[in-house]
């Protein structure tokens, strides 16, 4: 088979190459991919990859829709089923995962990081990471949900309580999970305020459910929403920007409000600026992934067409470096899909 193998670091470190097709151990099962996207954590495996145990050459990405070839063991789902990937290898024992919070998982492994991943024509997955996904789907919105999109449902609606009448602010809308962030948010039933910069990305950000759109490169950010909420502030912020964003963030939420991130793009030590954060008693929440109920209900949402992933541009598997360079590409505003 073929896939996205990363050798060494850096852009000309990721090949498209020949590779073994693995077969299913018990309980696992052999998935023929439809459709991967990628992700800004690709990015970092393949430019620098520190503090996550791996070994390289590994099949890169982490999260793909595809159709099950092969089964070895017992299980609910058929073969030639479509089932999306739960990006963990978790488990079921640990008492994180007796809890139900997957993410939280003593033993997890994640594909693209610390194990084999999802750019490849077969991975073979356990199967109590598969989850099934209608016929009727777009092979490369699904291929979205895995990683941005349960992500952000975990920000907006577990961590951040998001519902309606409630004032969100989603700053840097343009990446893949702030994209998801803006247009869970409106389905939550909030007002949406987020930051982008330039009238392309403005207009895009407006279509994916903002009300209002701040451009962070010539207005003052805090100074905007505190006009636009009457001088209270946002019940919630979104933030995976970091250093560069963070003061302006934290001086956006109201008393008692929360800022959820689960990234830190620009630097991850920004001033905690502690003053703020007890007189006003703001929250701040730290997020990565989902669980499985979270994703259920996430792909219930996709499949009933209350939502639809944003995609940015796609390419072939073969094309991956291509794909990796819109990735970083400052004009790129949803997400970057590989069809395999
Ligand atoms: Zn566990």
Redesign the pocket.
């Known amino acids: 088979m073929k896939a996205i193998i990363l050798e060494q670091r850096g852009r000309e470190g990721a090949l498209y190459k020949e590779c073994q097709t693995s077969d299913p151990a018990k309980g696992e099962a052999l998935v023929r991919m439809e459709a991967v996207s990628l992700n800004r954590v690709d990015l970092y495996m393949r430019d620098n990859g520190a503090g996550i145990t791996h070994t390289l050459p590994q099949i890169m990405g982490v999260d793909g829709i595809g159709r099950i070839e092969k089964i070895n063991g017992s299980s609910s789902l058929d073969v030639g089923q479509r089932v999306i990937v739960y990006p963990y290898h978790?488990?079921?024992?640990?008492?994180?995962?007796?809890q139900g919070d997957?993410p939280?998982?003593?033993?997890?492994q994640i594909l693209g990081e610390h194990c084999d991943g999802t750019f490849a024509q077969y991975i073979t997955m356990p199967l109590q990471s598969l989850l099934p996904i209608s016929e009727d789907c777009d092979a490369k919105k699904a291929a979205c949900l895995g990683v941005a999109y349960l992500t952000a449902w975990r920000m907006v609606f577990t961590k951040a309580q998001a519902s309606a009448g409630k004032t969100a602010l989603i700053v840097g809308a343009g990446g893949g999970v702030a994209c998801a962030s803006v247009q869970l948010a409106k389905l939550a039933g909030c007002k949406v305020i987020a930051t982008t910069t330039g009238p392309d990305k403005m207009e895009k950000t407006k279509n994916a459910g903002a009300g209002h759109v701040i451009d962070y490169a010539h207005e003052d950010v805090a100074k905007n929403v505190m006009q636009l909420t009457k001088g209270k502030g946002v019940d919630f912020a979104i933030d995976n920007v970091g250093e560069t964003t963070w003061s302006s963030t934290i001086r956006a939420i109201k008393r008692g409000g929360k800022i959820v991130t689960c990234g830190a793009t620009s630097g991850s030590n920004p001033s905690a600026d502690l003053q703020r954060l007890f007189i006003r008693q703001l929250s701040i929440i730290g997020s990565t992934m989902g669980d499985l109920t979270e994703f259920a209900r996430l792909i219930n949402a996709f499949e009933s067409g209350l939502l639809e992933p944003v995609i940015d541009s796609v390419y072939p598997l073969s094309e991956s470096t291509k794909a990796f360079d819109r990735l970083e590409a400052p004009e790129r505003f949803g997400k970057v899909v590989l069809t395999v």
């Open positions: 978790y488990c079921g024992t640990c008492e994180h995962c007796l997957q939280l998982c003593l033993n997890a």
